[in-house]
């Protein structure tokens, strides 16, 4: 199995500490591991060039370290990202790496591989915003096609993870536990969104008008997505 993680930040704070319980619950000595850390593996941010939208991602100036992203998310059965809280927004860094990754949405050119991954959510915040935050990025990850996305997500009254009270640290593990416990379940089965279908059946009515842009269209048509084809199984 393989298992990419993005964190949203470059520190090893509380978000951290969270995100490495989860992945220590779900790896084994088989588990290949792709960590990435922001900014340090981000792409600088999106110049508007339009080229991954009307030509094809491999034209985005920053194509290199965007596809690097991509190709571990492609091969990983799990995705994980988070974020740290930062004025009731994922931070700034993590969304300049979603800018880039428009391209991939429903209503561009989604990756087949997306519609039957599990993705998981968290962040921390010290008093509030970290559940609005997790829903956000799972936005993000839902205009990919990944259809099942766990939250994970608290307001940790502190500023460093030696600071959580231990009655917090109780409620996240419970959590933690929780969460590994229904991906184990989830991991080789078939996985059933009726937003995300209904959402992809919506693009398909779009593209089959589509005049505006033939990278998208042609895209669709070799996938046979616009005839019988479906990205699930
Ligand atoms: C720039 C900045 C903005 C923050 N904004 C919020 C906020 O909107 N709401 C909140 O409750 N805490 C906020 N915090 C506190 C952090 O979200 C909180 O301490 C979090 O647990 C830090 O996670 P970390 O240890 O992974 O960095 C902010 C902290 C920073 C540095």
Request: hydrophobic share 35%; aromatic share 10%; glycine share 6%.
């Amino acid at each position: 199995m393989e298992i990419t993680i993005i964190h949203g930040q470059g520190h090893k704070g509380s978000t951290y500490h969270i995100t490495t319980m989860i992945k220590e619950r779900l790896i084994d000595k088989k588990t290949k591991v792709h960590e990435y850390f922001m900014p340090k593996d981000a792409p600088g941010f999106c110049v508007g060039c339009f080229q991954c939208m009307e030509k094809g991602e491999e034209y985005c100036p920053q194509a290199d370290k965007v596809q690097n992203i991509v190709e571990s998310m492609l091969s990983s059965e799990i995705i994980i990202i988070d974020s740290p809280t930062y004025c009731l927004e994922m931070t700034g860094q993590l969304k300049t790496l979603f800018d880039h990754l428009g391209y991939m949405w429903l209503s561009h050119r989604p990756k087949e591989e997306m519609f039957s991954k599990t993705g998981i959510v968290l962040s921390t915040a010290a008093g509030i915003g970290a559940n609005r935050v997790t829903k956000t990025i799972k936005k993000q990850m839902s205009w990919w096609g990944i259809p099942k996305i766990y939250r994970i997500h608290f307001n940790v009254n502190a500023a460093s993870w030696k600071d959580v009270p231990e009655k917090i640290k109780g409620k996240i593990t419970q959590k933690v536990n929780e969460v590994s416990e229904n991906i184990e379940d989830d991991i080789g089965k078939d996985k059933f969104n009726i937003k995300i279908r209904l959402l992809f059946n919506i693009m398909r009515k779009m593209q089959q008008s589509n005049t505006w842009n033939m990278t998208d269209r042609s895209y669709w048509e070799e996938k046979n997505w616009l005839k019988t084809a479906r990205p699930w199984r």
